[in-house]
Nanobody, 123 residues
Framework: QVQLVESGGGLVQPGGSLRLSCAAS????????IGWFRQAPGKEREGVSC????????CYADSMKGRFLISRDNAKNAVYLQMNSLKPEDTAVYYC????????????????WGQGTQVTVSS
């Protein structure tokens, strides 16, 4: 059974940092490109970032470029999202998913989802 589990969310002050993790069980993560998505209350889900199977290609939504960094450690069967300079508008539930298709934040297509982790940026 394909399972993805996110962790690392929490409450952080504006300007702070968090590192989200996406761990896989029941399958080998390096067979898949992985994307991060987020959904804020009352808003549509949006693509945040993605990483190819090898890790050589990455993508970011425009508002995350320069602040977020995606990486993967296939030996640990995990993908990470380092989020820096966080803003209140980054508050959302963040999800990781296996993705297919064109690897851009807008066009990647999710397949298997994790349950999400809440990120709240507030003073």
């Amino acid at each position: 059974q394909v399972q993805l589990v996110e962790s690392g969310g929490g409450l952080v002050q504006p300007g702070g940092s968090l590192r989200l993790s996406c761990a896989a069980s029941g399958f080998t993560l390096d067979n898949y490109a992985i994307g991060w998505f987020r959904q804020a209350p009352g808003k549509e889900r949006e693509g945040v970032s993605c990483i190819s199977r090898s890790g050589r290609s990455t993508c970011y939504a425009d508002s995350m470029k320069g602040r977020f960094l995606i990486s993967r450690d296939n030996a640990k069967n995990a993908v990470y999202l380092q989020m820096n300079s966080l803003k209140p508008e980054d508050t959302a539930v963040y999800y990781c998913a296996t993705v297919t298709g064109v690897l851009t934040a807008k066009n990647m297509r999710p397949e298997y989802w994790g349950q999400g982790t809440q990120v709240t940026v507030s003073s």
